[in-house]
């Protein structure tokens, strides 16, 4: 089991609800997936209209926990209003903490989310930060009171898998009492097995399976990598080497410094 | 009165959220609002009275990663 802020959940698979071909392939895809925590997001209602009563309708049929983002926003006060619009929307202090420095890569703007998150959870709430995988970023965010942490293995929806695993390893050697998720970046079911394999607690995606040719089977592969880089985990990986070791014993072997 | 309603300049006859809500068709939809950047409490809206040149932010669910 795993605990976020408390809250005991057997899925270390957290998904995203956005790019899918269709609300039913979503709904299907979260299914087949496990995941029992799924991210969402808010944006403006046109006079009228009650598209966010449809997809708000499809999510409650999940009977999942949502894990609002502020994505899109640039700036601490923008970050922090939607932040609060999302408590007040989906009744939750939950919040996936964006705070974006950088348009082009998507790259969290690390200043401004240790900024944000410093307040927020002044004011109540449940910050799981999303940032790079910068060492420093992560033990301020420890520090000002994330139980949760989560750093990026590439740019958002980039499908590179973890670029750099050397400071992941780290991170997770340096902060063991944090829950460390890795999110964004992931392509594969093999990206989201070695994060986990990593020690990571969880993988949060999206894109990798929303825009597979079957979103559903993908979500399925997921799920089986997810579990299997956490039974690896615990079941201890051997370390690399430098040189070749027989896995077949040498003893008895016939022939064996046999004279021609 | 004009007001900045989810980014458009708008003339609105309502005073309050409340009645702004009816006034633009919102009613019976899952909203959070947001009044000059400040997050208004379901349980405010009738009470909370609008100026001209607000920045009234009218939020809903929606898909997210």
């Known amino acids: ?260 | 009165m004009l007001v900045m309603l989810n980014g458009e300049r708008v003339e609105i006859a309502a005073r309050n959220l409340t009645a702004l809500l009816s006034e633009k068709d919102y009613e019976h939809t899952n909203l959070a609002i947001a009044v000059n950047q400040r997050v208004v409490p379901r349980t405010a809206w009738s009470d909370t009275t609008l100026n001209s040149g607000d920045q009234i932010e009218i939020i809903t669910p929606r898909q997210g990663g």
Request: charged share 20%; proline share 6%; hydrophobic share 45%.
């Open chain 1, 1 to 260: 089991m795993l605990a976020f802020y408390g809250k005991q959940f057997s899925s270390r698979l957290l998904l995203g609800t956005a790019r899918y071909p269709s609300p039913t392939i979503m709904q299907e895809a979260i299914r087949a997936s496990g995941a029992e925590i799924v991210t969402v997001s808010l944006r403006r209602e046109s006079a009228g209209g009650r598209i966010g009563n449809a997809f708000w309708d499809l999510i409650r049929e999940l009977n999942v926990a949502v894990l609002p983002n502020t994505a899109g926003c640039h700036t601490v006060q923008e970050a922090v209003t939607t932040a609060q619009l999302a408590r007040e929307l989906f009744g939750t202090p939950w919040v996936k903490l964006e705070v974006i420095g950088d348009n082009e890569t998507l790259q969290p703007d690390p200043i401004g989310l240790v900024e944000a998150a410093g307040i927020l959870i002044k004011d109540g709430f449940d910050v799981f930060p999303y940032c790079t995988e910068d060492l420093t970023v992560a033990l301020r965010l420890r520090e000002i009171g994330c139980q949760v942490i989560m750093p990026w293995a590439a740019p958002i929806g980039s499908a590179r898998g973890i670029t750099n695993r050397d400071a992941l390893k780290l991170m997770r050697a340096r902060l063991p009492d944090v829950i460390l998720v890795v999110d964004a970046g992931l392509g594969a079911p093999s990206h989201a097995a070695e994060a986990l394999e990593l020690g990571y607690d969880a993988v949060l995606l999206n894109t990798a399976v929303a825009k597979a040719r079957d979103p559903v089977n993908m979500a399925k592969a997921f799920r089986h990598a997810v579990d299997a880089g956490r039974i690896a985990y615990e079941a201890g990986l051997m370390g690399p080497r430098d040189f070749a070791s027989p896995s077949t014993p040498v003893v008895g072997t016939p022939f064996w410094h046999a004279v021609s």
